[in-house]
């Protein structure tokens, strides 16, 4: 579906928006056996399909790496933002007990309050029981121009708000899968197909081999990044970094200087807080690449410049004020990644 972005660029409403609630990636801050499937759709925004509740409610929900709750909207909202989208009635669902807990989440792009409760949470055929998630009565305004419902997070549980159980662990301690992780696979130009596999991988999504890389902070899925070079020329990271893999955001967000070292090496100048390219000189614009434990990742300029029909030619590059990177569906597109609890590993091959 469009991001929330888009759909605001749309409506000529993006850079109000912007100013109003800027993006702010320190967020968190204050904080049977089989492999299952999960289809998502796309372009910016990828999200996916859950129930929750007997009998069972839908929602949609972006599964974001990048944070480790699960909430939807409740029937108990009156933002604008629960008005435009699916809300859960607990008193329809026979299964549904409340926590007794309140519930405040602050994401990049805004925020929700609310309560917790316990229900059945059926993700790509498989029902988590007793899962906690927040039951939204307030969301922010950038949140109506969400497509998705909700979020479902998948991070480690020490980034979840209020302590709650994330989905994931409680599919691997009620043993719902296979092995120990995820993997995620995120197509390309609004093709249908992009896929979130519960308990293993999908061999038909990648070539070659997995490169395995340790984690270095076991909250995000938060690795060691080397440098990052254009043409041969370290122009980021200098040094070695810090940098999440996080489904829940679409670009690669970085320290202002190294963000705009890296725009400058590859042609990019800035324009109303994007970095603007040609659209003419796409195919002549070099490569970015990514040292990461030993090997190099390459984003070739067809994958980090995004085209937009009302503004243009961007590369995906922003920056902000933190010293920790992310690397988000930039990056997941180009490389089939798989997050392994058993071993505190990030996957990342080449996809197809």
């Not at 519960?198 to 061999?203: A, I």
């Not at 990019?268 to 690449?289: F, Q």
């Not at 067809?302 to 920790?324: A, F, I, K, N």
Request: proline letters at 4%; one cysteine or more.
């Amino acid at each position: 579906g469009k991001s929330a972005r888009e759909s605001l660029e749309e409506q000529g409403l993006w850079n109000e928006y912007r100013g109003k609630f800027p993006f702010n990636p320190t967020r968190f801050d204050d904080q049977s056996l089989y492999v299952s499937s999960e289809q998502m759709t796309n372009d910016l925004a990828y999200f996916g399909v859950i129930s929750i509740g007997t009998p069972p409610q839908s929602f949609t929900v972006i599964f974001d790496t990048g944070s480790s709750n699960l909430w939807i909207p409740s029937v108990y909202c009156s933002s604008a933002a629960c008005a435009n989208h699916n809300r859960f009635n607990p008193g329809l669902s026979s299964t549904f007990k409340n926590a007794g807990k309140s519930l405040s989440i602050q994401y990049g792009t805004g925020s929700m309050t609310g309560f917790e409760g316990f229900d059945t949470v059926v993700v790509g055929g498989i029902p988590v029981k007793n899962q906690i998630f927040g039951l939204s009565q307030s969301e922010a305004p950038f949140m109506a121009h969400m497509k998705a419902d909700g979020i479902l997070g998948l991070a480690y549980p020490r980034l979840a708000a209020s302590q709650a159980t994330p989905v994931f662990d409680n599919m691997m301690t009620q043993h719902l899968v296979n092995q120990d992780m995820f993997s995620v696979y995120l197509t390309r130009n609004s093709a249908v197909g992009s896929m979130v596999t519960f308990g293993g991988v999908d061999t038909n999504h990648y070539y070659g081999q997995i490169a395995w890389i340790p984690l270095s902070s076991e909250m995000y899925w938060q690795i060691t990044v080397d440098s990052v070079t254009v043409n041969g020329q370290i122009v980021a990271c200098n040094g070695g970094c810090q940098a999440i893999v996080d489904t829940g955001t679409s670009n690669i967000v970085g320290p202002q200087a190294d963000i705009s070292s890296m725009a400058r090496a590859v042609g990019a100048y800035s324009a109303n807080g994007d970095n603007v390219v040609n659209c003419n000189n796409i195919n002549n614009m070099p490569s970015m690449v990514f040292h990461i434990h030993g090997q190099a990742f390459t984003l070739p300029a067809s994958t980090y410049v995004r085209q937009s029909t009302y503004y243009g030619c961007r590369t995906g590059l922003q920056s902000s004020s933190s010293d920790l990177w992310i690397l988000g569906d930039i990056f997941i597109r180009q490389y089939y990644s798989i997050f392994s609890r058993a071993q505190n590993m990030v996957g990342l091959a080449l996809a197809r």
